[in-house]
T-cell receptor, first 112, second 116 residues
Framework: GQNIDQPTEMTATEGAIVQINCTYQ??????LFWYQQHAGEAPTFLSY??LDGLEEKGRFSSFLSRSKGYSYLLLKELQMKDSASYLC?????????????WGAGTKLIIKP | ETGVTQTPRHLVMGMTNKKSLKCEQH?????MYWYKQSAKKPLELMFV???????ENNSVPSRFSPECPNSSHLFLHLHTLQPEDSALYLC???????????????FGAGSRLTVL
């Protein structure tokens, strides 16, 4: 079956660095997404990886290893506003269609 | 504003009521989605419309009925719901998913549904 695992909750300190991991067991891999969702708000797109390696975008970076079925989201210089849930999603190809498989999300709590 | 607008934001209904959720996007996207989000669970895809045709229905109970009158609007009609249907219902839109490109989903803020 198709499965995505990510930690349920993490806590980090303002100004520090945190790494949120996502492991997946899927077939037909066609890209991996990270979304951020603040409480009561819409999920918003953070990053997309389809090839192995690190994609950097300001304070946020996302890494992918397709051979290991592994990704992480790295958040640097943490700010209080980074307190949110972070959703990992894998796009897979099924016949001629494309589907997103979602993780349950990681709730990140930032402490002063 | 995220570009995808959902109404109402909050809805409380009894099990015998009939109500509808509305979603609207003016991003030029040609695919629209309904997702159910429950606490500590992955997003559950309910329905997908691509080019105004329903292309996916993930074994959703018939008490949920989608409608897509045009590429900008999507409805979810609700009737005789159960308490376990209480959740956040998210609408999203994107360009049609294909073999290349991110085709990122843009989500609405959701409709928080409580069934009594």
């Amino acid at each position: 079956g198709q499965n995505i695992d990510q930690p349920t909750e993490m806590t980090a300190t303002e100004g520090a660095i945190v790494q949120i991991n996502c492991t997946y067991q899927t077939s037909g891999f066609n890209g991996l997404f990270w979304y951020q969702q603040h409480a009561g708000e819409a999920p918003t797109f953070l990053s997309y990886n389809v090839l192995d390696g690190l994609e950097e975008k300001g304070r946020f970076s996302s890494f992918l290893s397709r051979s290991k079925g592994y990704s992480y989201l790295l958040l640097k210089e943490l700010q209080m506003k980074d307190s949110a849930s972070y959703l990992c999603a894998v796009r897979i190809r099924v016949d001629s269609n494309y589907q997103l498989i979602w993780g349950a999300g990681t709730k990140l709590i930032i402490k002063p | 504003e995220t570009g995808v607008t959902q109404t109402p934001r909050h809805l409380v209904m009894g099990m015998t009521n009939k109500k509808s959720l509305k979603c609207e996007q003016h991003l030029g996207h040609n695919a629209m989605y309904w997702y159910k989000q429950s606490a500590k669970k992955p997003l559950e895809l309910m329905f997908v419309y691509s080019l105004e045709e329903r292309v996916e229905n993930n074994s959703v109970p018939s008490r949920f009925s989608p409608e897509c009158p045009n590429s900008s609007h999507l409805f979810l009609h609700l009737h005789t719901l159960q308490p376990e249907d209480s959740a956040l219902y998210l609408c999203a839109s994107s360009h049609r998913q294909g073999p290349s490109g991110a085709n990122v989903l843009t989500f609405g803020a959701g409709s928080r549904l409580t069934v009594l």
